[in-house]
T-cell receptor, first 109, second 113 residues
């Protein structure tokens, strides 16, 4: 089973920040949290990843709690093109990378 | 730089037929993966290869075989296709490091009738 838990769907108004939560309570000390998104049936696209510090890139910000048991992906100004399924995963030490069902994000005009 | 290339893009098989899905990456990555995605579902790991010469089962390996031909190529074989194997198949690759993202191909859409 996936080691992460995400809400199945969320709505966000266009232009507002989209905050997508993820629980990973069994994460180990050297495992990174990764976020990907999948638009329609395309291959998933990498967004951002982090270990313990907050991270930001041109696409999004990643906030990881101090105990590392949960994280939040922030899309600062959501657009209709951000409508997608967002996956939060933890990279295991044996390279077995398991995806859960993700969060389907709907951006409302 | 092509990234991860999957062939074919589309395939229709009859039950019992066999086929091989091909995947190649040009990023010198050590690890390669095969996932399947059924309609409305998330990705499920079929097999993965952490390095050339090694392969391991994922979540749903039954009905599939894999070959890590060399560092670039990782193929997925269906020996006797079944309608339950109708799915979109994605190949991915990454460096063998926790600090390395997956790069995905565009998928192979397989229908088994």
């Amino acid at each position: 089973d996936a080691k992460t838990t995400q809400p199945p769907s969320m709505d966000c108004a266009e232009g507002r920040a989209a905050n997508l939560p993820c629980n990973h309570s069994t994460i180990s000390g050297n495992e990174y949290v990764y976020w990907y998104r999948q638009i329609h049936s395309q291959g998933p696209q990498y967004i951002i990843h982090g270990l313990k510090n907050n991270e930001t890139n041109e696409m999004a910000s990643l906030i990881i709690t101090e105990d590392r048991k949960s994280s939040t992906l922030i899309l600062p100004h959501a657009t209709l093109r951000d409508t997608a399924v967002y996956y939060c995963i933890v990279r295991f030490r044996d390279d077995k990378i398991i995806f859960g069902k993700g969060t389907r994000l709907h951006i409302l005009p | 730089n092509a990234g991860v290339t999957q062939t074919p893009k589309f395939q229709v098989l009859k039950t019992g037929q066999s086929m091989t899905l091909q995947c190649a990456q040009d990023m010198n990555h050590n690890s390669m993966y095969w996932y399947r995605q059924d309609p409305g579902m998330g990705l499920r790991l079929i097999y993965y290869s952490a390095s050339e010469g090694t392969t391991d089962k994922g979540e749903v390996p039954n009905g599939y075989n894999v070959s890590r031909l060399n560092k670039r190529e990782f193929s997925l074989r269906l020996e006797s296709a079944a309608p339950s194997q109708t799915s979109v198949y994605f190949c991915a690759s990454s460096d063998r490091s926790y600090n390395s993202p997956l790069h995905f191909g565009n998928g192979t859409r397989l229908t088994v009738t």
